[in-house]
């Protein structure tokens, strides 16, 4: 069973950083696509940062592009998920998803929450203004 674990959300000024870190557990994880989701209060769920499992191919929502960075670690099975300039609208719930590709999908970035097979319980990220 593969489990994930979020870590480094927290309360934020506004235009600060934080580096938010998912550990994976289990073998193999240079086969899992990784993902970073959001939601907050009343809205729907919306995809923040998406990499693919060999790292070299990656994604970030409009929104957050230029301020957040996803990097993959294989030799410490851990996603990372950079951001700087936070704003309040990025106030929410960050989760973490893997998706595992048993085969082919080197750069195949996964896109939708509905793609992904495993999910973390999520930490919260607070901006004040």
């Known amino acids: 069973q593969v489990q994930l674990g979020e870590a480094g959300g927290g309360l934020v000024q506004a235009g600060g950083s934080l580096r938010l870190s998912c550990a994976v557990s289990g073998r193999n994880f240079s086969n899992y696509a990784m993902g970073w989701f959001r939601q907050a209060p009343g809205k729907e769920r919306e995809v923040v940062a998406a990499?693919?499992?060999?790292?070299?191919?990656?994604v970030t929502a409009v929104s957050v592009t230029g301020r957040f960075t996803i990097s993959k670690d294989n030799g410490k099975n851990t996603v990372y998920l950079q951001m700087n300039s936070l704003k309040p609208e990025d106030t929410a719930v960050y989760y973490c998803?893997?998706?595992?590709?048993?085969?082919?999908?080197?750069?195949?970035?996964?896109?939708?929450?509905?793609?992904?097979?495993?999910w973390g319980q999520g930490t919260q990220v607070t901006v004040s203004s």
């Open positions: 990499i693919a499992r060999s790292g070299v191919s990656s």
């Open positions: 998803a893997a998706k595992k590709q048993n085969s082919g999908g080197y750069s195949y970035v996964p896109r939708s929450g509905s793609e992904y097979d495993y």
